[in-house]
Nanobody
């Protein structure tokens, strides 16, 4: 079992930055490939970014590429999402997720993730 707790959300003006954190406890964090997803009001949850278990491989949704950066610190059992040049359309609840796979992998489908955090709200004002 893995427990995930997101933090770092809040209210920011367009063009601003936020850094989300996701702290993991439970099974060995370094064996989990991680992902970030978001869900805006009235919309389905969508993929944002993913990072492989070692951190060597990352992948981004086109909508955030060049603005968001995903990273991880396996010594701290934490994954981060640095969000720059925020836009009002980035407003959503952001979730981190962990898979069960022990291989180095990138996953973009939410159904491939076994563990989820409770989410953190990000609001970008125009």
């Amino acid at each position: 079992q893995v427990q995930l707790v997101e933090s770092g959300g809040g209210l920011v003006q367009a063009g601003g930055s936020l850094r989300l954190s996701c702290a993991a406890s439970g099974r060995t964090f370094s064996s989990s490939n991680m992902g970030w997803f978001r869900q805006a009001p009235g919309k389905e949850r969508e993929f944002v970014a993913a990072i492989s278990r070692s951190g060597r491989i990352t992948y981004y949704a086109d909508s955030v590429k060049g603005r968001f950066t995903v990273s991880r610190d396996n010594a701290k059992n934490t994954v981060y999402l640095q969000m720059n040049s925020l836009k009002p359309e980035d407003t959503a609840v952001y979730y981190c997720a962990a898979d069960k796979c022990g291989l180095e992998y990138i996953r973009i489908d939410e159904y491939d993730y076994a563990y989820w955090g409770q989410g953190t709200q990000v609001i970008v004002s125009s």
